[in-house]
């Protein structure tokens, strides 16, 4: 496999424990390696409440024998810690069950650029403390400069430089570094026993694409202040806007239920739905982890598999499920480079947006509701039902009238996803989890 070099001793260490384990009698073996550095600051009134720089070196150890699997995790590094791991993981592997589908990925050829990912900043190691703490300060000073604002949750700015190495007993050798930085807020507003709260946070792989400490306060400001003097509403089925936050909320849903793990478990609503109208016209998702310079981009999964693009729903058709190998084994599917530890997680997962800016949406709204915030559990993969408190800005003759509070949501995402009549073409890529603005035909809003 052609990749970025990246000298280290944990990738020797990594390739001599595989050679170390074979020896020792292993089938299959896989080794991972993690090395990296963190800073995290939290500030509140101008005064910092918590404050971490901390570095780190640790392996994972995944040993097959006779289709028979244990894990073992260590940061001591030395050579003879290491191999009394690996020789305790093979004695234990002999006790655990057998699993047909226990087994290594085959191994595939591919080449990445590290450059043409743009997940590493090399800028990361030219800030220093003090400046990383003066941008989470600025951040909360001029959000608390907005005289609507009352009380201040804290603002942070955080770092983090990880390298990942992988290498196992089928030839698999890889390695790739990334960076990610953060900035946020959250803040209140209002009276006493009427108060309303709110953050915004700005996140990315390169710091100078981060959002500035004014965006972010400002940001922060909005959406709280737009909040004060709540209403309540009756309970009623109305068309509901999500926010792109919400939407991203939503397919988080979505994803644990296209999860190949969620449905070789029969955990999810969709396990039988594959090749079969799940939404409509409008809803195309995407999995996709070689997209230049976001948050959820890597080369290849933990298992060592390429990550590209896979099309999970298409023109609501659902295509595919995402799978890491074992429970792509299960359901007689490909893995999709989903691997995530011993689970199955997201690359770069998002719903292709549409046309319609978020104005013409509400404008097209003659009553409804714009959902901004969700509290409380209420998902259920298994069934698809959706009930959560909820957060909102009541729309009137397609014009924002006022916020509501104290309210629930409640619907499908089965129905929801054939209810979906408008997509916006805000899309913008917060997280590993992404969506425009998008409009539901109708909602069930439980209220007074």
């Known amino acids: 496999m052609k990749k970025q070099k990246h000298p280290s001793d944990l990738m020797d260490l990594a390739e001599s424990l595989v050679s170390f384990g074979r020896s020792q009698g292993a089938d299959e073996i896989e080794v991972s390696a993690v090395e990296g550095t963190e800073f995290n600051v939290d500030v509140r009134h101008g005064k910092i409440e918590n404050l971490v720089e901390a570095g780190s070196r640790y392996l994972g150890i995944k040993v097959i024998k006779e289709k028979k699997t244990a894990f073992a995790t260590s940061s001591d590094l030395s050579k003879n810690s290491l191999q009394r791991l690996m020789r ?10 057998c699993d047909e589908y226990a087994g290594l990925p085959p191994l595939k050829e591919d080449t990445f650029d590290q450059e043409v990912l743009d997940i590493y900043d090399p800028e990361i190691s030219d800030l220093d403390a003090q400046e990383k703490i003066a941008l989470a300060m ?6 608390l400069s907005d005289r609507r604002i ?14 990942i190495y992988l290498a196992n007993s089928l030839g698999f050798k890889g390695a790739y570094e990334e960076t990610i930085f953060s900035l946020g807020v959250g803040v209140q507003a209002g009276e006493t026993d009427k108060k309303v709260e709110d953050f915004w946070s700005s996140s990315h792989r390169r710091f100078r694409n981060l959002e500035t400490p ?21 309970t009623q089925n109305v068309p509901v806007i999500f926010e792109p936050p919400m939407t991203a909320w939503l ?10 793990m969620a449905v070789y478990q029969r955990l999810s609503f969709l396990a039988d739905k594959l090749g079969k109208k799940v939404g409509n016209e409008k809803i195309t998702v995407f999995d996709d982890g070689r997209m230049r310079g976001k948050l959820g981009t890597r080369p290849f999964d933990s298992e060592g598999i390429p990550t590209g693009q896979t099309t999970v729903i298409d023109k609501g058709m659902l295509k595919n499920f995402l799978c890491n190998i074992y429970s792509a084994r299960k ?20 719903l292709k947006a549409g046309e319609m800016t978020p104005e013409a949406i509400i404008k ?9 915030r969700t509290i409380g559990h209420g998902l259920n993969p298994l069934t698809g039902e959706i009930s959560r408190g909820a957060y909102g800005l009541w729309v009137e003759n397609g014009e924002i009238a006022y916020p509501v ?9 089965g129905t929801i996803l054939k209810q979906i009549d408008m997509v916006g073409n805000d899309l913008e890529f917060r997280g590993s989890i992404s969506g425009p603005t998008l409009r539901i035909q109708e909602l069930t809003i439980a209220g007074e």
């Open 364 to 372: 097209s709204t003659d009553r409804g509701l714009i959902l901004i």
């Open 251 to 260: 397919l988080g849903f979505l994803f644990s239920c296209v999860s190949g």
């Open 214 to 234: 004014e965006r972010v306060a400002k940001k922060a400001v909005e959406r709280t202040v737009r909040q004060i003097h709540p209403r309540k509403v009756r």
């Open 405 to 413: 509070s104290e309210i629930t949501i409640a619907g499908n995402l």
């Open 331 to 350: 359901l007689k599917h490909r893995s999709t480079g989903n691997a995530d530890g011993a689970g199955v997680g997201p690359n770069n997962f998002y």
């Open 138 to 143: 600025k951040t909360e000073k001029i959000a």
């Open 150 to 163: 009352t009380n201040s949750h804290g603002a942070s700015f955080e770092t983090k430089e990880i390298k």
């Open 88 to 97: 305790n993981a093979i004695h234990r592997a002999e006790f655990a069950n």
